[in-house]
């Protein structure tokens, strides 16, 4: 028998969702598709490159075992745990016990949403820089908690506004969101001071720290990024999240790591034991290689990344656009001149920019209230695409003409996530 409509209610949790920004875009790029469009997402950060080969053969290679199809461990393999942990011993100087420390996830957005769940509940408060990368609010909104949003800042400012929060909020916020490099804007931090003060912070203020690290490896210019856990304490009161998706192409794997305080990978476990059976065994195994032996490539990739990051700041300076050139992260993140926003919300623009320009941009409201007049370009395209998606903006927004290719092309294969 079916249900009429009526007798659906889904849960409160659902309506606590703010409404999502991307749809209108999304939905007006995918009918410009459908007519046969050629349209050049640059909205979304989903790496297009291929992972290294090494790291596909041990996937085949694991795959064709046939004791590694069953339900994995939900914390990761033992061996994957501990390559993690020797991964932040070589790199960063920092020892952790891969048997208490360090927890595999399906991806650090699942792993981030679930260690909201674990440490947040009604009446909770986290706090979120803005602008800010959706999940890290969302996450928030779904486990029941409330977000408060400081504007976002890289340096002690930052931290003074948190502060200031922190004092003057009652009850105390419990989880202060931390994401350096960041998504959307790119703002790095210039070395581990910042962490040590906001571990500072955190004790002073009886605050958990969650660091979403995705961007730690991508990195330009000589830049590295320091990781969280590198400050004195940091795993007394926080964690860092990172991911195989960005650094070595993996986005569909779907794994990425937890890494610092027992306590809270303890809480996450506990959920993650409830709602998973743990990741593919074979990604793991590869992962375990991508590990140990691929370095190279990921600074190959940074590389990618910086070449191309160098198109579009030229392209966008050529089109007026004052605007800086990153030093980590897989964005762009460009104010865009009033005299081109022409009294426009950014939502407003970037669906312009699709009917005049047909590239596809992520608006900077879409992060928050702080990213109005900004927008966020993903550097998922090859170079000749980048010049030709800054040659149709440039002649969109200076010269006023429509259409850039009057030939309707097939669109290219994947999806821009
Ligand atoms: C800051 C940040 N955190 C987490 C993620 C999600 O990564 P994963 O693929 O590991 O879930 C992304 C993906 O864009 C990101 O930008």
């Not at 928050?368 to 170079?383: D, F, K, P, Q, S």
Request: glycine share 10%; aromatic share 8%; charged share 25%.
């Amino acid at each position: 028998m079916s249900q009429t409509p009526s007798q659906i209610e889904v849960s409160p949790r659902i309506r606590r969702l703010p409404p999502y920004l991307f749809a209108r875009i999304n939905r007006l790029r995918d009918e410009k598709r459908r007519a046969g469009v050629d349209i050049i997402d640059l909205g979304m950060g989903n790496p297009q490159d291929a992972p290294s080969r090494t790291i596909v053969e041990k996937l085949c290679e694991s795959a064709r075992h046939l004791n590694t199809h069953g339900y994995s461990q939900s914390i990761g393999i033992p061996n994957l745990r501990r390559e993690v942990a020797k991964l932040y011993d070589r790199r960063y100087g920092v020892s952790l016990d891969p048997e208490a420390e360090v927890i595999a996830v399906l991806g650090s957005k699942e792993g981030f949403s679930h260690m909201c769940l674990a440490l947040l509940g009604p009446g909770d408060t986290a706090v979120v820089g803005d602008p800010y990368f959706p999940i890290h609010v969302y996450a928030v909104a779904l486990a029941g908690g409330n977000v408060i949003n400081v504007p976002l800042g890289a340096g002690p400012e930052f931290l003074e506004r948190v502060a200031y929060v922190a004092e003057h909020l009652y009850p105390t916020p419990k989880v202060l969101i931390l994401n350096f490099p960041h998504n959307p804007t790119a703002m790095t931090v210039d070395d581990v001071s910042f962490f040590e003060d906001a571990v500072a912070l955190a004790r002073r203020c009886g605050m958990m720290i969650i660091h979403d690290f995705a961007y730690g490896r991508t990195c330009f210019d000589g830049y590295e990024a320091p990781s969280f856990l590198q400050a004195e304490g940091a795993k007394d009161v926080g964690v860092e999240f990172l991911t195989m998706s960005k650094p070595y192409n993996m986005a569909g794997w779907r794994i990425g790591f937890c890494v610092g305080n027992a306590e809270m990978i303890r809480a996450l476990a506990t959920i993650k034991g409830y709602y998973d059976y743990g990741i593919f065994t074979p990604i793991q195994v590869a992962s375990i290689i991508a590990l140990r032996e691929c370095a190279q490539d990921i600074d190959a990739q940074a590389g990618v990344y910086t070449r191309r990051r160098d198109v579009v700041v030229e392209g966008l300076r050529r089109a007026g656009w004052r605007v800086d050139a990153p030093r980590a992260s897989m964005f762009v993140w460009a104010r865009v001149c009033d005299e081109h926003l022409a009294g426009q919300g950014t939502i407003d623009f970037a669906m312009r920019m699709l009917e005049e320009a047909e590239v596809a941009l992520a608006p900077g409201r879409a992060f928050g209230e702080n990213g109005e007049g900004y927008v966020r370009i993903a550097l998922v395209e090859n170079e000749h695409r980048l010049r030709q998606a800054m040659r149709q903006l440039n002649r969109a927004l200076n010269k006023g003409i429509t259409a850039p290719s009057a030939t309707k092309l097939k669109r290219k294969g994947g999806q821009g996530g």
